[in-house]
């Protein structure tokens, strides 16, 4: 069984990593402190260039739900066009209605302006209402891939949803699990649901270069240091493919 391992990254920097570790694709965002959002013009072309592995971007305009606006939805297919210019494989998005389904109207017209690229359906899926008739609309709707954690904080947690959900799709969409996958769970993860391709950030924090600094004041609502960066670790990529090639050794 070949399994498959999906990369979330937010630089050249992390690309570069998931590919060198052995990734088959990455998803790249931006701002991954809130979920992730839509990455820039020159993020992506400058990635695209820098990878050979696919290439899907994440189509998010906002942090918080994902309710959005006809202006919202907008920017949305506006950023769809710039994936499709800049030679991106594939989009991830998800639109919900209010009471927590689907919103199959503008789901249809996003994912018909993004093919012939492969679509992908992202964590909106665990907020929605129903998970199995959501899985349903999302296959009918065309997706692709499927990433969810199983309706909870982490995929390890949210294993019995997903196994349920690998055995309803019955090979019509790719029931990708993520949140909180690492090298040392991932092999019980693909065991309990079955699951043959995994989403991962593989992450590493690393020192800031910077010498002179102010440690008590932050850029953002959080406190999080200004002095410590985070980027993919391509041995953690490679270790969690290793892991699951050779589970018993995990």
């Given at each position: 069984m070949t399994i498959k391992l999906e990369i979330c990254v937010d630089s050249v920097?992390?690309?570069r990593a998931?590919?060198?570790g052995g990734a088959s694709r990455v998803e790249l965002c931006a701002n991954l402190l809130v979920g992730g959002t839509t990455p820039s013009y020159g993020m992506l072309q400058q990635v695209r260039e820098a990878i050979d592995i696919d290439l899907h971007v994440l189509i998010r305009p906002r942090g918080g739900?994902?309710?959005y606006s006809e202006t919202e939805l907008a920017v949305m297919l506006a950023d769809i066009a710039m994936a499709k210019k800049l030679g991106a494989e594939g989009v991830v998005l998800g639109v919900l209605r209010p009471d927590g389904r689907v919103n199959r109207v503008a789901a249809k017209q996003l994912i018909e302006a993004a093919r012939p690229l492969k679509v992908t359906w992202h964590r909106a899926f665990d907020l929605a209402a129903d998970p199995l008739q959501t899985l349903e609309d999302i296959i009918a709707l065309g997706c692709d891939y499927l990433l969810t954690s199983g309706q909870q904080p982490t995929a390890l947690a949210g294993k019995?949803?997903?196994?349920q959900l690998v055995r309803q799709a019955r090979g019509r969409i790719t029931i990708m699990p993520g949140s909180g996958v690492r090298e040392d769970n991932i092999a019980r993860i693909a065991a309990a649901t079955k699951a043959t391709e995994?989403?991962?950030?593989a992450r590493c924090t690393v020192p800031s270069p910077m010498q002179w600094r102010r440690p008590n004041l932050y850029m953002g609502a959080l406190p999080e240091s200004e002095y410590k960066l985070s980027f993919t670790?391509?041995?953690r990529v490679a270790a969690m493919l290793a892991a699951v090639s050779n589970p018993s050794d995990s």
């Open positions: 920097r992390s690309a998931a590919q060198a739900d994902f309710c019995e949803l997903i196994a995994f989403h991962s950030s670790d391509p041995a």
